[in-house]
């Protein structure tokens, strides 16, 4: 990964989020759950999307269940939203693609579905009220949680991994959908400011799916892997002071590493790569009724 030189920003000397408004959809495990934690605690009223609430009672934490394999699951998600209200919108949800090609009960393949495709379907089905300019002039923020930055592409004719599958080709379409769609939206949507993240790799149970059903190999990686990288708290109180850096208003379509420092898009990323990579989204979501 590239640092972007063009946009440097300074923790605010108090990390307050009374009154915000924050919605995390993959927010009930993982990094997702350790932000909605973050921010609860320092006063935020936070909504979290998921299969599995394990948050109950605690204080400023709501659920919004969904199963996020299902893309009319994820329009009715992007409906239900109390869009108008929010300041910050949080895509953390995915997995890590299987050995053996995955499919979700409309056909889909599972990774690029629930990692990339349910996101683009929560945003277009939000974006009408959330890009609506706000009578205080403030504009909401949209985080993309993906890999930016770090080349992988999409295969355009392929984003079903249908012709022919392996795990980090499927993977890489959600990858470099998740950049396109931070590209797409942050041309398309001019009252929004959208950015991509980059958390490197972190402790989570998409760690375990890399890993899982390996031999000696595989084991010794998850042990190495176990003293090399953060733990979703870590994580996620780190790079927290972010959501609310005043540096980024207008700095919509920028990426940040896991430490929050900016960095350049993959080399592909321009105008007409995002507009393919769309355009093939949007027909393969066609297939299962969803127009975006």
């Given at each position: 990964?590239?640092?972007d030189?063009?946009?440097?920003?300074t923790?605010?000397?108090?990390?307050?989020?009374?009154?915000?408004?924050?919605?995390i959809?993959?927010?009930?495990?993982?990094i997702?759950?350790a932000f909605?934690h973050?921010?609860a605690a320092r006063?935020?009223?936070?909504?979290?999307?998921?299969?599995?609430f394990?948050?109950?009672?605690?204080?400023?934490?709501?659920?919004?269940?969904?199963?996020?394999?299902?893309?009319?699951?994820?329009?009715?998600?992007?409906?239900?939203l109390?869009?108008?209200?929010l300041?910050?919108?949080?895509?953390?949800?995915?997995?890590?693609?299987?050995?053996a090609?995955?499919?979700?009960?409309?056909?889909?393949e599972?990774?690029?579905?629930?990692?990339?495709?349910?996101?683009?379907?929560i945003l277009?089905?939000m974006?009408?009220?959330?890009?609506?300019?706000?009578?205080?002039?403030?504009?909401?923020?949209?985080?993309?949680?993906?890999?930016?930055?770090?080349?992988?592409?999409?295969?355009i004719?392929?984003?079903n991994?249908?012709?022919?599958?392996?795990?980090w080709?499927a993977h890489?379409?959600?990858v470099?959908?998740n950049?396109?769609?931070?590209?797409?939206a942050?041309?398309?949507?001019?009252?929004?400011?959208?950015?991509?993240?980059?958390?490197?790799?972190?402790?989570?149970?998409?760690?375990?799916?890399?890993?899982?059903r390996?031999?000696?190999?595989?084991?010794?990686?998850?042990?190495?892997?176990?003293?090399?990288?953060?733990?979703?708290e870590?994580y996620?109180?780190?790079?927290?002071?972010?959501?609310?850096?005043?540096?980024?208003?207008?700095?919509?379509?920028?990426?940040?590493?896991?430490?929050?420092?900016?960095?350049?898009?993959?080399?592909?990323?321009n105008?007409?790569?995002?507009?393919?990579?769309?355009?093939?989204?949007?027909?393969l979501?066609?297939?299962?009724?969803?127009?975006?």
């Amino acid at each position: 990964m590239k640092r972007d030189k063009s946009l440097t920003w300074t923790p605010p000397a108090t990390i307050d989020f009374n009154g915000k408004k924050i919605a995390i959809v993959g927010g009930t495990g993982g990094i997702g759950r350790a932000f909605a934690h973050e921010f609860a605690a320092r006063g935020a009223q936070v909504i979290v999307v998921g299969r599995k609430f394990r948050d109950e009672g605690t204080t400023g934490i709501r659920a919004l269940l969904a199963d996020l394999s299902k893309m009319k699951e994820a329009e009715r998600v992007g409906q239900m939203l109390p869009t108008e209200e929010l300041d910050i919108l949080i895509f953390t949800v995915g997995i890590f693609a299987d050995h053996a090609r995955q499919e979700t009960s409309e056909g889909l393949e599972q990774d690029v579905t629930i990692g990339y495709l349910s996101r683009l379907v929560i945003l277009r089905n939000m974006a009408s009220r959330l890009n609506q300019s706000r009578p205080d002039g403030s504009r909401p923020r949209v985080f993309v949680m993906g890999y930016p930055g770090t080349e992988q592409q999409a295969a355009i004719n392929d984003l079903n991994s249908e012709k022919s599958y392996a795990r980090w080709k499927a993977h890489s379409n959600s990858v470099a959908g998740n950049e396109a769609l931070v590209y797409d939206a942050s041309k398309r949507y001019l009252n929004l400011d959208v950015f991509g993240l980059n958390p490197g790799f972190v402790q989570t149970d998409i760690r375990d799916e890399i890993f899982k059903r390996g031999g000696l190999l595989n084991r010794l990686g998850f042990w190495i892997t176990s003293f090399v990288t953060s733990t979703p708290e870590d994580y996620a109180h780190r790079v927290l002071p972010l959501f609310i850096a005043p540096e980024l208003t207008g700095q919509s379509g920028k990426h940040f590493d896991k430490n929050g420092k900016a960095i350049l898009p993959s080399g592909w990323v321009n105008d007409a790569n995002c507009k393919e990579v769309i355009r093939a989204s949007e027909k393969l979501l066609s297939r299962v009724g969803v127009t975006v």
